[in-house]
């Protein structure tokens, strides 16, 4: 009974958090322009995604705009991760503080201060984008430094200064013995800064040029007109999104089963 | 002689780049929030602020809005989490996966996908607009509150549990006395995830047409009039009921590691 209960529970979560996507990935391939309606089968809303030129370039700016920033972020936050490791007691307390605003902050808030300084006290044009990619960036490199971090405690010390008795440089020693052991940590704060990007309204609504749009802030100016075959277009663009993400999630699940499988093998031996 | 870099130096962008871009923004919205518009310093944004009806009108509402959020995200989350971690099932990672994927895909097009459902059900949003407001919040703040919650549980030792039934404690005892207590973190990290983006995103009640404001809301339109003295003070306003929630969780947080050290 309990076993019922807890299934069923499940389910209906579940349910709740999937039934609306699910529902606009069916109707993302018929011509109706209501959930519910009725419709016959066709690939328009396809078509438009993938020819109407307003749509490509909005895909292709936000697309551009996350990967460009996830690499500022991941830099930034990595060295930042790396010096801050082995500096002094009171500047270690600073950049973890310093770090933990962004994470705590309301989005809106980030925002706000962000255009504020750069845009109204110093007067940057928004247009050079400097003040969106700045934007995402603060956003994004507290994610990267927090997910290095921990990579650094666990990291091997001794490898770093056996390699600078050995006659390495201090560059070579960090390109070729610190990152390659902390890189698990560069790489899913890597994922995260996309994904980061990818998802923000706020931020890029205080910062970006005026003819520049995401797909949040094109969805939300959308859905407050009606432009229907654009409307519809996003149930197409939605059933991309949710199947690529199934895939990467296969494709990540496959990959660490078989890590670990390989782990137990030589755990075996 | 050649110049060798040490690794702490390593920090200076970054501390560099916080201290310009974090710290800076945050003393330039205290200095607006301030002044007036010709930059002589006044108090009248704050009392503004606390006189004005609309703007604690806002106040109360978006709190409104945060505990309901907050409140039924916890009652759907907890038991999920509850399950997910004590499941034997050999497949509970892919299943813990299935619960996290929503927070991947962009919000505002699942909120697309919620708005069109809710129009099927209930034909007009605009009459509900309280209760669509939770519903598009709980869609979709639900995974950033099982996940905090799933890792406190994980931790959770079933040995205490067994002491406890062994000793003659019945199922609700347990409950409030053992398990509860021992996932409080989780239980903190996924309210400070949660709160507040309740009490800010206004995008989800635009979308569910709901026309009454929350404080996101007063800093989106203030944004749009280029007030940028009386935005700053709603700015202010937040970042202090942040502080709040940090350090009140903090509070929970070292009482717990103290009890900790002390076993």
Not at chain 2, 91 to 113: G, Y
Not at chain 2, 169 to 175: C, G, L, N
């Amino acid at each position: 009974m309990r076993k019922v209960l807890s299934s069923a529970w499940l389910g209906i979560v579940l349910l709740f958090m999937y039934l609306p996507i699910l529902l606009l990935c069916i109707y993302s391939f018929t011509d109706s322009s209501t959930i519910g309606a009725k419709g016959s089968i066709s690939f328009q809303n396809y078509r438009t995604l993938f020819t109407s030129s307003e749509m490509l370039s909005i895909l292709g700016g936000t697309l551009l705009l996350a990967f460009g920033c996830a690499i500022i972020s991941t830099m930034l936050g990595t060295v930042g991760a790396i010096g801050t490791y082995y500096s002094k007691k009171g500047l270690k307390q600073f950049v973890t503080t310093a770090n933990q605003i962004p994470v705590v902050n309301a989005d809106v808030v980030t925002g706000f201060s962000i255009c504020v300084l750069l845009i109204v006290v110093l007067g940057i044009d928004k247009n050079t984008f400097i003040p969106l990619v700045i934007g995402q960036v603060v956003l994004a490199s507290p994610f990267v430094y927090l997910s290095v971090l921990p990579k650094l405690k666990q990291m091997d010390h001794h490898l770093y200064e056996a390699a600078l008795d050995l006659g390495a440089s201090a560059r070579i020693a960090l390109i070729k013995i610190v990152i390659p052991q902390i890189i698990p940590g560069i790489i899913s704060g890597f994922l995260l800064s996309v994904t980061l990007s990818l998802d923000d309204y706020f931020i890029t609504t205080y910062t970006k040029p005026a003819t520049f749009d995401t797909i949040s802030t094109y969805v939300v100016n959308a859905t407050r007109g009606s432009h229907t075959e654009i409307k519809t277009a996003f149930w197409a663009l939605s059933t991309v999104i949710f199947i690529v993400i199934i895939c990467v999630v296969l494709l990540g699940n496959h990959l660490s089963n078989q890590k670990t499988s390989e782990e137990n093998d030589a755990n075996d031996i | 002689m050649k110049y060798r870099f040490t690794r702490k130096q390593l920090c200076i962008p970054y501390v560099a780049f916080l201290i310009l871009f974090v710290i800076l923004p945050l003393l330039v919205i205290c200095y607006y929030a301030f002044t007036n518009g010709e930059g002589r310093f006044t108090i009248s944004n704050l009392t503004g602020f606390f006189s004005s009806q609309n703007t604690i009108g806002t106040l109360a509402y978006s709190t409104l809005i945060a505990i309901t959020t907050t409140g039924v995200c916890l009652l759907i989350a907890y038991p999920v989490a509850y399950i997910l971690a004590k499941s034997k099932l050999k497949k509970k990672s892919v299943l813990l996966t299935l619960f996290i994927i929503p927070m991947w895909i962009n919000f505002t097009l699942r909120l697309v996908a919620l708005k069109e459902v809710l129009t099927m059900l209930e034909g007009n949003l605009a009459m509900y607009p309280f209760l669509n407001t939770i519903i598009g919040m709980t869609y979709d703040f639900l995974p950033f509150m099982i996940l905090p919650l799933y890792t406190a549980l994980m931790k959770l030792d079933d040995s205490l549990l067994e002491a406890a039934y062994d000793l003659g404690a019945s199922k609700s005892t347990v409950f409030l006395k053992v398990i509860l207590p021992l996932s409080t973190p989780g239980i903190i990290s996924g309210i400070t995830m949660v709160f507040l983006p309740a009490m800010t995103n206004y995008v989800i009640l635009d979308m569910m047409y709901n026309s009454t404001y929350i404080m996101g809301s007063l800093i989106g339109s203030y944004f749009n009039a280029y007030d940028w003295n009386s935005g700053s003070m709603i700015a202010i306003v937040l970042l202090a009921i942040i502080f709040v929630i940090t350090w009140a969780s903090n509070g929970f947080q070292e009482e717990k590691s103290n009890r900790g050290a002390l076993l």
